[in-house]
């Protein structure tokens, strides 16, 4: 296959959790409001028949121009029913440029729970029934805008866009806070994946408007060697890539069936492979593989919960190539791990803007990070399209102000929370964030086996189809009832791991799903 500029043939799993949107835009008026007014009623229809209200706020483009143009800002509520309220919780979402619908089963749910608290959540700027900021009819290359898609956007928007930034959304969160709060209630804030970018940002610029803050998996404000989190992006898939199959080498059925293809531990047997399929000498029927196309594929099943159980099986399928491995294999590739939310539905633009002004940093370029893909194994390749778009596809940076790249400075109790199989947030950048985020009630819980956003992922024993009673919302939970006590940790214990042999209920239900087949060997 001819590679494509570099860019990943499976779904984009930035941050893993960008799930069904329908966008709509509002229309943008001059506002003079210094006090915008809430009105709520039904959510948007994307939002699901979950029980929500939504409310829509006319916010300046640029806070620092409170007069000049306006957008929309939507923000979605579910209220708890408790006599004695204790306060507020704001879920920030990810991408950046992703709906924050994925919180709305949850956000209905916990109300209902602990009703004691009530539970927001916003559409960032440019994203959703948001103000829209996009570009529909123009392809973007890979998973970026360029140059065209800005200059159109320029017509409309003028040197506006560089609104379309986390500072400005940060202060769109404090506007939203400011509104809502319950007279001495508590807030604290509960972001994911780029949300936690965001959520440094906001306590940059607020350095005490809110009790805590969990970050779980962590965009770090700051930078480490010189790169953002996305600059590093491709090698922690990579990194998660070997994690995955050292667990492998820790299982007796899984290291038999690698050594049957190279002889030795799991690690040789994925070099094998793609040794194979660098010198055309996979079976015929998968002739057709290549590297760009196979590290694109286990990069998307390593950041899955249930299919990254299937990665040592790919390679078991591809060595040996029967029938029944190419019917499982084609079955795969034809329903892959894929984004949740429609691409044409999210903001790739607000996407591109971020992540080439501020999420890749100064210390990785467009060669290096071609080199690195072309010798991967697990990647999606998403540092490759940012510098890509940086470089040669012509998209400005914003003018970055004071806050960017660097943590801030804030005594808030912060609860850090991040799964050691996140190739998304890697767990190093969560402990590169726990270094600046030091002082008292600032703490780092590294959760065993747990892939991306483990708010939805940490799933406990008692059943592994439940997203919503997790371990990571029992610790954050805690946190919320007294920001300065020590967690009960004891559900860590109670973490489904991935199984590599192939014989658990979830395994065989992972072969289902991915293969088709009700084995993950045969």
């Known amino acids: 296959m001819k590679r494509k500029s570099g860019f990943s043939v ?45 409310a829509t706020v006319q916010l300046p483009l640029n806070h620092d121009n409170p007069d000049g143009k306006a957008i929309s800002v939507l923000m979605a509520r579910t209220v708890g029913n408790a006599s004695e309220k204790k306060g507020d919780v704001w879920f920030l979402a990810g991408g950046p440029g992703s709906s924050s619908q994925y919180f709305a089963e949850n956000m209905v749910a916990y109300a209902k729970t602990h009703p004691q608290w009530n539970y927001y959540t916003m559409e960032h700027r440019g994203v959703g029934a948001s103000t829209r900021l996009d570009c529909p009819d123009i392809e973007p290359t890979g998973y970026f805008y360029g140059r065209e898609c800005y200059q159109e956007l320029e017509t409309e928007w003028g040197d506006g866009i560089q609104y379309f930034n986390p500072s400005q959304a940060a202060r769109d969160l404090e506007t939203l806070i400011g509104l809502t709060r319950q007279p001495q209630g508590s807030v604290f804030l509960y972001a994911v994946s780029y949300g936690t970018f965001l959520a440094q940002r906001f306590m940059c610029l607020n350095p005490e408007p809110v009790n805590g803050v969990v970050l779980d998996g962590v965009v770090p404000a700051g930078l480490l060697d010189n790169m953002g989190a996305i600059g590093w992006y491709d090698r922690d898939f990579d990194k998660v890539g070997r994690s995955i199959m050292e667990r492998c080498n820790e299982d007796p059925v899984c290291t038999q069936k690698m050594m049957e293809i190279a002889g030795t531990e799991p690690w040789q047997a994925v070099e094998y492979i793609f040794n194979l399929v660098d010198q055309g000498g996979l079976c015929p029927a998968f002739a057709i593989l290549d590297r760009e196309t196979l590290h694109n594929l286990l990069g998307g099943l390593a950041a899955d919960w249930s299919q990254r159980m299937l990665v040592p099986a790919i390679l078991h399928r591809l060595n040996r190539c029967n029938a029944s491995d190419q019917e499982a294999l084609f079955h795969l590739v034809g329903d892959s791990p894929r984004s949740h939310q429609s691409e044409d539905l999210k903001s790739t633009v607000v996407r591109t803007n971020i992540i080439v002004s501020e999420l890749l940093g100064p210390g990785i370029n467009f060669d290096e990070a071609l080199a690195f893909s072309e010798q991967s194994y697990f990647s999606t390749d998403l540092t490759l399209g940012g510098t890509y778009a940086r470089e040669a596809g012509g998209w400005p940076p914003y003018p970055l102000d004071g806050c960017a790249d660097r943590f801030p400075d804030t005594d808030l109790p912060i609860l850090i929370l991040n799964g050691d199989l996140d190739p998304n947030t890697h767990v190093d950048l969560a402990r590169f964030a726990a270094e600046a985020y030091d002082k008292p009630h600032q703490k780092i819980v590294v959760l ?48 489904i ?26």
């Open 10 to 54: 499976v779904g984009w799993v930035l941050f893993g959790l960008v799930l069904h949107l329908i966008g709509c835009s509002s229309s943008d008026n001059n506002s003079n409001s210094a006090s915008p007014k809430l009105q709520w009623g039904e959510c948007p229809e994307y939002f699901g028949d979950e029980g929500l209200q939504c």
């Open 448 to 495: 065993p086996g747990v892939p991306h956003a483990a708010i939805f992922e940490s799933r406990i024993q008692a059943d592994y189809h439940d997203k919503i009673n997790t371990c990571a919302m029992e610790l954050a939970l805690q946190f919320f009832e007294d920001p300065e006590k020590s967690q009960d940790l004891s559900c860590l214990d109670q973490l």
């Open 497 to 522: 791991q991935p199984d590599f042999s192939g014989s658990t209920p979830r395994a065989l239900e992972a072969a289902k799903a991915g293969f088709g087949r009700n084995s993950v060997w045969d």
